[in-house]
């Protein structure tokens, strides 16, 4: 079986840029959100091994989904993606329970080094 991934950003083009990147790599894109709130009710109906999660978004941000997923589920992996690259920004994902940190724009081979890394 495919590693599952949840792929969350607000903006559409960036959702479709990183499923680009996955598929193409033989990963298995099984959902997609717009923002933390979507992102958290995606998790727990479809459990992907991985998500990768923008921070700055509507309604709930990334930093709040990722302590909220981690609450319903401890051992899940959250990859973050986000263009403000800010030290307190990583620090703050990371205490959240993120296992890695993408910086906006990307490269496609960081992107899988991260989710390799992270999946294991």
């Known amino acids: 079986m495919a590693n599952t ?3 969350v950003d607000d903006a559409a083009f ?3 840029m990183i499923k680009d990147v996955l598929t193409k790599n033989g990963y298995e894109v099984v959902g997609e ?3 933390g709130q979507k992102a ?3 998790y727990k ?5 991985l998500v990768i999660m923008d921070i700055t978004m509507p309604e709930v941000d990334g930093i ?3 302590k909220e997923i981690k609450s ?5 992996k959250v990859v973050m993606c986000s ?4 030290q307190a920004m990583v620090i703050e994902s990371i205490q959240a329970g993120a296992r890695d940190f993408i910086v906006k724009p990307f490269q496609a081979d960081r992107v899988i080094e991260a989710v390799k890394k992270v999946l294991g």
């Open 83 to 86: 263009a403000m690259g800010q």
């Open 40 to 42: 958290i009710e995606k």
């Open 14 to 16: 960036m959702r479709m």
């Open 64 to 66: 709040q989904a990722v």
């Open 5 to 7: 991934i949840l792929v």
């Open 45 to 49: 109906e479809l459990k992907p091994e």
């Open 33 to 35: 959100a717009e923002n």
């Open 72 to 76: 319903f589920d401890p051992s899940a």
